[in-house]
Structures are given as C-alpha cells and as structure tokens.
C-alpha cells in the first residue's frame, strides 16, 4: 500500500514511519507516541484541507439556457464553486396563459403545463440567489436561432466579467415529431409528423447555434492567446434512435459530431471539447406515472434531477478533468449503459 499524500508536520510533529498492523496500517508520528490509523488521520486532513480543488474559482462561464431545469442548476453549481457566470436564456411564445402557467408551478404535476412554466421562468430568483450567497451572475435573454445574437453575447460577458473560460451550450429546442402518423397525437407533450419548420427549428437551435458558440468562443480565445479552455456541449442519451422525436434527436446527433471534430481540431490550443448525454431528468416534463416507470427502470433507483448533470459539467469543466476530451458522458444513473 502507498498513501499518496503530502505530509504536512502540525504542533511540531513529523512523519516517522509506516508499520503495517493487520489489515490497515498504522502512522507513527514523532514527538505524539501513539500510532494513528491512516484512514483516521486522512479523514480529518480531509476536513481541514482540500483534497481536490477543481480550479474553477474565477473562471468566466457561458451557460446557454440557465433560467431553468440543467442550466439554472449548472449556473448555481459554478457559482458555488466561485466563477462568474453569464447567463443566456430564451422565453419561446406559449400556448399557455400566465395563469395557466401559474396554477402548474404551483402544483408542481410533472407534464406539459409545468414544463412550459419551467420555461418560461424568470432568471430573478437565479441572479438574487447567486448574489446573496456571494456569488456574481449576470444574465441575457436572447433568441440563439438569430446567429447575429451571438457575438453580442460574448461582447455583453467580456463587458461584465470578463473572456469566457468556459462555455456551456444547453439551450435546446424540442417539439415531438414523428415520421409515423399512427404515433401522431395531442396527449401528453404532443407528437406531429415532420415538417420542414419543424427540422429547421430544432437544427438552427441544438446544431447550428451550438457549432456557432463554440466558433465564436475559439476567435476570442485564440485573439487574446488563451492557454486554457472548456467546452461542454448537451446532447441527449437518445440521439442515436428516438422514437416520436426524430428531429430533435437527430440534431443533438449532429452536435455530437461537431463536438468530436472540434476536440480533435482545437485540442492543440489547450481546449477540451467534451459532450454530457443526460437519461430522463426531472425538468417538469415528466409525467407522475412515467416517473415511478422511470425509477423502477434505472439501476440507481430514482429519476435524475438537473443537480445531478450539473455536477458532471462542473467536473467536466474542472482541472481533473484536463485530459477528457472528445469525449461523451451518459448521465442517468445507468439508465443506459453502452459497450
């Protein structure tokens, strides 16, 4: 057994040895007498020193479509971590009401009413949290199917915090489409057949504005010679085949692509390219009856909730993670397990 650590001598102690004992091991530590069980002395250093700093502490971050669900969650988890965060969203029209929209998030019923609540939610209460617990965000609404909106969004961060560090694509477009006309119908989230709006809408969203953020992100780093780099980019764990929602799986498969082909491209330049494939996640969409079919289908038990990416992205975007890239991570809780 080695203990890969540095030994750091408190109260004039220093490390004198390590003697086996049994089945653990022991530190005898000079000027204290008694040996110590490694785990023991590893656990409460563990408490007093960091063990793992993922270096994301003044970072700038980019993270499209954070006023709810994985981005809202991916914004508050960076925050924590002590980067500022620029947060982009977009409000589509509704075919709800305000209170419609109202009545659903305040029953909180997983279906199609909360998650058009969901979508529509303000990033207020996400600005107000970030900065009463220390931390600094500032936000912009904008239409990403413009592709005229994205250099002034990096012109809007550059202004209040600063080059971006780290870019997050997560803002996506999904309306249910089917090639089949049996599967058509109005229940649930809806399913209709194709059409060529339908196509357009979900590629200039979840394709082309992906490719042209992570294009845009490259000018600027490469005009200020930047040295480091991340780049995460959300698909879905269905892009290769997803029934009653062929075009919105086909465009997080594009974005699959792209993604591989940036990593093998702007590697040299000290930038990682990598890709977060979520399972089913509790952004409101999820009926009560498919949630507990979910869980009982998912090897960890429950459905996952947006904290749990969230926490796959920051790692992703952490200095652990410097030799990821090119690289797609399926989080679901083992809802899909690929060979």
């Given at each position: 057994m080695v203990v890969r650590r540095r030994w750091r001598a408190r109260q004039g102690g220093s490390l004198k040895g390590l003697?086996?004992?049994?089945?653990?091991?022991?530190?005898?530590?000079?000027?204290?007498?008694?040996?110590?069980?490694?785990?023991?002395?590893?656990?409460?250093?563990?408490?007093?020193?960091?063990?793992?700093?993922?270096?994301?502490?003044?970072?700038?971050?980019?993270?499209?479509?954070?006023?709810?669900?994985?981005?809202?969650?991916?914004?508050?988890?960076?925050?924590?971590?002590?980067?500022?965060v620029f947060i982009t969203y977009y409000r589509e029209p509704s075919d709800y009401s305000q209170e419609e929209l109202a009545k659903a998030r305040e029953a909180g019923v997983g279906g199609r009413a909360l998650y058009e609540a969901m979508k529509q939610r303000?990033?207020?209460?996400?600005?107000?949290?970030?900065?009463?617990?220390?931390?600094?965000?500032?936000?912009?609404?904008?239409?990403?199917?413009?592709?005229?909106?994205?250099?002034?969004?990096?012109?809007?961060?550059?202004?209040?915090?600063?080059?971006?560090?780290?870019?997050?694509?997560?803002?996506?477009?999904?309306?249910?489409?089917?090639?089949?006309?049996?599967?058509?119908?109005?229940?649930?989230?809806?399913?209709?057949?194709?059409?060529?709006?339908?196509?357009?809408?979900?590629?200039?969203?979840?394709?082309?504005?992906?490719?042209?953020?992570?294009?845009?992100?490259?000018?600027?780093?490469?005009?200020?010679?930047?040295q480091w780099g991340r780049i995460i980019n959300l698909s879905t764990d269905a892009a290769s085949a997803h029934v009653a929602n062929v075009s919105y799986a086909a465009s997080k498969h594009a974005i699959e692509s792209y993604s591989r082909s940036a990593a093998a491209e702007i590697g040299k330049y000290g930038i990682t390219v990598n890709v977060v494939a979520p399972g089913p996640i509790q952004t409101g969409y999820i009926e009560p009856e498919q949630e507990v079919d979910i869980a009982a289908k998912t090897p960890l038990g429950r459905v996952g909730r947006p904290e749990d990416v969230a926490d796959v992205i920051v790692y992703l975007a952490s200095e652990q993670a410097h030799w990821l890239t090119g690289q797609l991570l399926y989080v679901g809780g083992g809802w899909k397990m690929p060979q």
């Open positions: 003697i086996p004992r049994g089945r653990g091991m022991q530190l005898l530590i000079a000027g204290r007498g008694l040996p110590q069980d490694v785990d023991r002395v590893l656990a409460r250093d563990a408490k007093e020193d960091k063990l793992i700093d993922p270096q994301l502490e003044c970072k700038t971050v980019l993270i499209t479509g954070a006023n709810h669900g994985i981005g809202e969650a991916t914004a508050s988890a960076f925050a924590a971590q002590g980067s500022k303000s990033v207020d209460a996400l600005l107000q949290r970030v900065c009463s617990q220390g931390g600094i965000a500032v936000a912009q609404e904008a239409d990403l199917a413009n592709p005229e909106k994205i250099p002034l969004l990096f012109d809007r961060c550059e202004g209040e915090l600063g080059p971006v560090d780290i870019l997050v694509n997560n803002h996506t477009h999904c309306v249910m489409e089917t090639f089949d006309p049996a599967l058509q119908t109005e229940e649930g989230l809806g399913v209709h057949l194709v059409t060529a709006g339908g196509i357009d809408a979900h590629f200039a969203i979840n394709a082309r504005a992906y490719a042209l953020m992570m294009a845009e992100y490259l000018k600027r780093y490469l005009q200020r010679r930047a």
